[in-house]
């Protein structure tokens, strides 16, 4: 979807005005926000107000999802549409908290920082939600499967060393 000349301008203008972390903010929302629109069209099979052969169904407002990066929460639009579902691929469904940050969090938790701790270090990388203890809890305990599963894998592909029994000859200066 193309951006129209009055878009431009204020995404210009908002632009010129953010400081730094804002503008991050300002570039990271607008290019999901288009990335998500344009996925709806194509599922669509028409843009906005479009009358095409090849619609399937009709967009039917906006829901709101709030999308918490390391440069802070990104409200974002999600298109409804009035038949069937739709869902954007580069989003996953009931997670509000995007894969870096995600990754930190876990970090955080094997290096021993209390689930309490990680709410208060994610509003201060710039979170205006935080994140719960519970959400901190869920999140890692996908850590406890990883580990299991590498820890009971299947090591008989690989040759490992043998150890000897005799100790070295010891050198007679």
């Known amino acids: 979807m193309a951006l129209s000349q009055r878009d431009l301008l204020r995404l210009m203008e908002s632009l010129r ?3 730094g972390i804002e503008l991050m ?41 709030v999308l ?12 409804k549409v009035r038949t069937g ?13 995007d894969q870096a940050l995600y990754a930190v969090i876990m970090e955080w938790y094997v290096q021993g920082v209390s689930t309490r ?7 201060a ?3 205006d939600t935080g994140v719960s203890k519970s959400e901190v809890s869920r999140i890692c305990d996908g850590l406890d499967e990883e580990l299991t599963v590498f820890r009971t894998r299947p090591l008989d ?5 043998t150890s000897t029994s005799t100790p070295p000859t010891a050198r007679r200066g």
């Open 157 to 161: 592909h690989t040759r490992f060393p």
């Open 68 to 79: 918490t990066t390391q440069a802070g929460d990104l409200d974002l639009a999600i298109p």
């Open 85 to 97: 579902s739709f869902f954007p691929s580069l989003l996953e469904r009931r997670r509000r908290i």
């Open 25 to 65: 903010r300002v570039v990271a929302r607008r290019i999901l926000q288009e990335l998500i629109e344009a996925e709806a069209t194509a599922h669509i099979g028409a843009e906005p107000g479009e009358h095409a052969e090849t619609r399937t169904t009709m967009r039917n407002g906006h829901r709101a999802k």
């Open 17 to 19: 005005t953010a400081d």
């Open 117 to 123: 701790s990680v709410d208060d270090l994610v509003k």
């Open 125 to 127: 990388l710039g979170s």
